[in-house]
């Protein structure tokens, strides 16, 4: 089938990390929810909170691996073959330290960049080939303050600017899920776009 069955927001469980940066691919989950509907439910078996819902013409699940961030794919892998999912069927939303904070981008397959989630599922699933939403929330500028940057909870302001990118990449979820992959590439990297500090120069 063309198009996404499964959406999968990575972040670690527990009251303490509720408001990290690391948990924007839950934010982005819960506010999924809210706008269609889905009740997130435990669900042992696979190690993650489940919930179900249409969006557009799509019955899509979403899910939150409990598994803690680095061990993600143990929940994504063993769900998708139960239910017979393709890579290429799954999207999943996670934070991304390359880009500022109200920043996102759609990305299929490709390296993982560091982010040990997405190198779990990657490896889990036998396959790069999987659709990835990429929120940005900045990097700090000492580079060994990577893992306790995305362990704290983001300024005010950077808080405001993942939020409204959350928001705007949901209003091109049915277009990501209906499979019109690029539309809603044009749409989100348009409206969301890079500083110009950050774009390649010209050669």
């Not at 899509?60 to 993600?72: H, I, R």
């Not at 960049?113 to 990835?132: C, M, P």
């Not at 939403?133 to 405001?160: F, M, N, Q, T, Y």
Request: hydrophobic share 35%; aromatic share 8%; proline share 5%.
């Amino acid at each position: 089938m063309d198009g996404i069955a499964l959406i999968v927001g990575l972040g670690n469980p527990g009251d303490q990390y509720a408001q990290t940066r690391h948990n924007a691919g839950f934010w982005f989950i819960d506010e999924l929810a809210r706008d269609y509907g889905a009740t997130l439910k435990a669900e042992t078996k696979f190690t993650a909170e489940l919930g179900k819902c249409m969006i557009g013409d799509r019955t899509v699940w979403l899910m939150k691996p409990q598994t803690f961030m680095n061990l993600s794919g143990k929940s994504v892998g063993p769900f998708a073959r139960f239910y017979k999912i393709e890579p290429e069927n799954i999207l999943v939303l996670h934070d991304e330290l390359d880009f500022p904070a109200g920043v996102a981008r759609v990305k299929f397959g490709g390296g993982a960049g560091g982010h040990n989630g997405i190198t779990d599922i990657a490896q889990k699933l036998g396959s790069k080939n999987f659709y990835r939403l990429r929120i940005g929330v900045d990097r700090p500028g000492d580079p060994a303050k990577v893992e306790s940057w995305v362990l704290k909870r983001p300024s005010k302001e950077d808080d405001h600017k993942i939020n409204d990118a959350i928001y705007e990449c949901g209003r091109h979820m049915r277009e990501l899920v209906a499979g019109k992959f690029e539309d809603a590439m044009t749409s989100i990297h348009t409206n969301l776009k890079l500083p110009a500090k950050n774009k390649p120069a010209a050669k």
